[in-house]
C-alpha cells in the first residue's frame, strides 16, 4: 500500500541496496582513481584527440558526484520501484564507464610514439668565400669606414640694397667626409650643395685633400684646400653653424660671393710644429695654381689648369702659446703671378697678420691684411688694406657679438675694381637653441664712400647632423 510503512523484509532489502551501492563506490573509487588521474596528464599534455575531450571529461566529473547523490540521497522509505530504478541507474552508469575506459584506452593506443632522436650527421665546414677574404687582406673595412657630418642652414634676409629683394635663402648643403686609409694617411673632402643667383643648385668640391703625416712635425697633403691666408679662412669652412656670426667678414668671403682673396687653392701643402717649447710655433707651406684672374665668367679656382706656369706659393707661421690657452698669433706671406687676358701680367702678394683668441665664453678675433698688385711694365703699385676685429661673450645659451671690418680698394684697381671703400659695424646675437641647432639675428650697416650705405638685417638658423 503506498502509505503503508515497509515491511522489515524490506527494510532489509533497502538495508542490503545501500551496502551494496557502498561497496560498489569503493570499488569504482579505487579502480578508477589512477585512471582518471592518466586521463588528467594526457589531456593536459595535449595527447588526447579533441573530439574526445568532451565526453571524457563529461564522464570523470559526472561519475562520483552522481554516486555520492545517489547514495546520501536514498530516502528511509524507499519502495521496491526506487530500488529498482536506482539499479538500473547504476547499470548505465557502470556501463558508461566501461565505455569511457574503452575509448582511453582506444585513444591513448591511437598515440604515435615520438621517435627516438638520430644523431645528426657531423657538420661539414662551409668553404670560405676567396674574393671576401683577399678584399680584407688588402683593406680593413672598419678603419676605411667614411665618415659623414652635415652642415646647413637657412636665411631670411633683406636690406635697402637696390635691386636686393626680402627673400629666404637655402644656405650650402655641406656634407664633411674623412676616412683613415691608414695610421698615416688620411682623407678629408668637402662637398658643398649649392644654389646661385639663378636660384639653381651646383655641385661644388670645396675641398679634397689626401694627408700622410710623417709625424708631429711634417705632415704633406695634395689635393684642394683652405689658403692658409690670416686665422679665419682655415678656422672656419663652409659652415655657418661654427662661425658666431651669420657669415664670414668680407675679407674672406669666398670666390664666387665677392671676395678678393685666394680662398681655394689646388696642389700641395705641409704643415707642422716647429721645435719652439711652450711657445708652440707651426709653419704652413703651401705650393699651387692660385686663382684666375678675376672675370666674373669665370671659375676663379685654377682646378684642372693653370692659366700660366707660375705657380702661387704661402708660408705662413704661428704660435700657440702653452701659458694662455686660446691665444694664437701669426704671419703669412702669398706670392703668385696673374695673366688676365689683353693685359700684363700682375704680381700679386699679400701680407697678412693676425692675433685671436677663442676661449671657452669669450671671443675675440683680430686679422689685418694687405693685398698689392703690381702690373708689370709699368711704374704703378696698387694697395689694398683691410682689417677686422670681432669680439663676443657667452652667456648661457645666449652669445652677442659685435664686428668692424674695413677695406680700401682703389676704383684704379686692376684686379677688383668693384670694391672700393667698405667699412661699417655689425651686431648681433646668437642663440644655441641645441648642440646641434643655433638661432642668429645680426644688423649690418656698410658705408660705400660717396655711394648709399647699406642697412642689412638677417635672421638665420643653422643646424649640423
Known amino acids: 500500500m503506498g502509505g503503508a510503512l515497509p515491511a522489515a523484509s524490506e527494510w532489509r532489502k533497502t538495508a542490503g541496496f545501500c551496502d551494496h551501492v557502498n561497496s560498489k563506490e569503493a570499488e569504482m573509487k ?28 563529461l564522464g570523470m566529473f559526472l561519475t562520483p558526484p552522481i554516486l555520492c547523490a545517489q547514495q546520501s540521497n536514498t530516502p528511509s522509505d524507499m519502495n521496491p520501484q526506487t530500488t529498482q530504478l536506482l539499479l538500473q ?11 569511457l575506459q574503452a575509448a582511453l584506452a582506444q585513444a591513448t593506443a591511437a598515440i604515435p610514439r615520438p621517435a627516438p632522436p638520430q644523431a645528426a650527421p657531423p657538420s661539414q665546414p662551409e668553404p670560405e668565400p676567396q674574393p671576401e677574404r683577399a678584399m680584407s687582406e688588402v683593406m680593413d673595412l672598419n678603419r676605411t669606414l667614411l665618415r659623414i657630418r652635415g ?57 679634397l685633400l689626401l694627408t700622410y703625416s710623417f709625424g708631429d712635425f711634417l705632415n704633406v697633403g695634395v689635393g684642394r684646400f683652405h689658403s692658409a691666408i690670416g686665422y679665419y679662412n682655415t678656422a672656419y669652412h663652409h659652415s655657418t653653424w661654427l662661425q658666431t656670426t651669420t657669415g664670414r667678414p668680407f675679407l674672406f668671403l669666398f670666390e664666387d660671393q665677392g671676395g678678393i682673396l685666394p680662398i681655394h687653392n689646388v696642389g700641395v701643402t705641409a704643415s707642422g710644429r716647429i721645435p719652439s717649447g711652450t711657445l708652440g710655433l707651426h709653419y704652413v707651406a703651401e705650393v699651387g695654381n692660385g686663382r684666375h684672374s678675376r672675370s666674373p665668367l669665370e671659375e676663379q679656382v685654377q682646378n684642372v689648369v693653370d692659366e700660366n706656369n707660375h705657380k702661387a706659393v704661402n708660408f705662413a707661421v704661428f704660435a700657440r702659446p702653452e701659458a694662455i690657452r686660446g691665444l694664437q698669433a701669426g704671419l703669412s706671406i702669398y706670392r703668385d703671378i696673374l695673366a688676365p687676358l689683353n693685359s700684363p701680367r700682375i704680381g700679386e702678394t699679400i701680407f697678412a697678420a693676425h692675433a685671436v ?28 688694406p683691410g682689417f677686422y676685429t670681432q669680439i663676443s661673450k657667452r652667456f648661457g645659451s645666449y652669445r652677442p657679438y659685435l664686428r668692424y671690418q674695413y677695406v680700401n680698394a682703389s676704383p684704379s684697381q686692376p ?5 672700393g671703400l667698405r667699412h661699417g659695424p655689425s651686431v648681433g646675437l646668437r642663440y644655441d637653441l641645441s648642440d646641434f641647432v643655433a638661432l642668429k639675428l645680426q644688423y649690418d650697416y656698410t658705408a660705400r664712400g660717396r655711394d648709399q650705405a647699406i642697412h642689412a638685417l638677417a635672421l638665420q638658423a643653422c643646424f649640423t647632423f
Open 30 to 57: 579505487h579502480s578508477t582513481l589512477p585512471r582518471i588521474k592518466a586521463l588528467l596528464a594526457l589531456i593536459f599534455a595535449g595527447r588526447i584527440p579533441r573530439k574526445l575531450k568532451l565526453p571524457l571529461l
Open 89 to 99: 541507474r547504476m547499470d548505465q552508469l557502470e556501463a558508461k564507464v566501461r565505455e
Open 151 to 207: 652642415f646647413s642652414d637657412v636665411t631670411l634676409h633683406g636690406s635697402n640694397l637696390k635691386g636686393d629683394t626680402t627673400s629666404f635663402t637655402l644656405g650650402q648643403l655641406d656634407l664633411f667626409v674623412t676616412s683613415d686609409l691608414s695610421d698615416r694617411l688620411k682623407f678629408l673632402s668637402e662637398i658643398v650643395f649649392e644654389a646661385g643667383r639663378d636660384n639653381a643648385f651646383g655641385v661644388d668640391v670645396e675641398r
Open 357 to 384: 683668441y677663442v676661449g671657452p665664453t669669450f671671443e675675440w678675433l683680430n686679422e689685418a691684411l694687405v693685398l698689392r698688385h703690381a702690373p708689370q711694365g709699368t711704374p704703378r703699385v696698387f694697395h689694398t
Open 415 to 419: 684686379v677688383f675694381p668693384d670694391v
